[in-house]
């Protein structure tokens, strides 16, 4: 398990799943904010690949995430898209609605980074979420993020568009941060 201040990511258990499906996936404004694709709901034994880790593809690193007090399950995290010839991987992650606003993100982003840079040895970790996600954006420049561009309108979400931010850091600003 990958440690930070009050998280621990770990393994996903297939007890997680449909705690993660109950709690994330079937909250329609919560997926629909989160996924790219339209919001459709998910039962708890589903076999849904966004939720089942496969160990055979490469480009997707799924992690439960737990808290440190109690080994509680309070979200999911993962760095996707990773591209091993380049040195880069986007991040993200979801936290259960009782475990939001407790510094938990920032310290996921924090723990994630670690990973992204030091075991896997990548270069650059991209961020993209919505203009209004005020929680990931702070997390995200909290841990040294920087806002690269605003992608104008780009996400349909419940019946509307709306703009997307990229933010990026490249291992040599988190090493001067760590």
Known sequence: MLTGTTVGLRARYEDDIPILVTELYNDVVNGSRAEGSPWRPI?????????????????????????????????????WGIDTHNRFAHL???????????????DVVAVLCRYGF??????????ETLADNHAMLKAAERNGFVREGVLRRSAWVLGEFMDEVVLGMLQEEWMRRS
Do not use: C, H, M
Request: charged letters at 25%.
């Open 118 to 127: 030091v075991v896997r040895g990548l270069n650059r970790l991209q961020i």
């Open 92 to 106: 993200g992650l979801g936290l259960i609605p009782s475990a939001r606003g407790s510094g938990y993100g920032t």
């Open 43 to 79: 039962r708890p034994s589903a076999r849904d690949p966004r939720l089942i880790t496969d160990e055979s593809k490469e480009d997707v690193v799924a992690f439960s995430v737990v808290s440190l007090a109690d080994d509680a399950l309070i979200g999911s995290a993962n760095l």
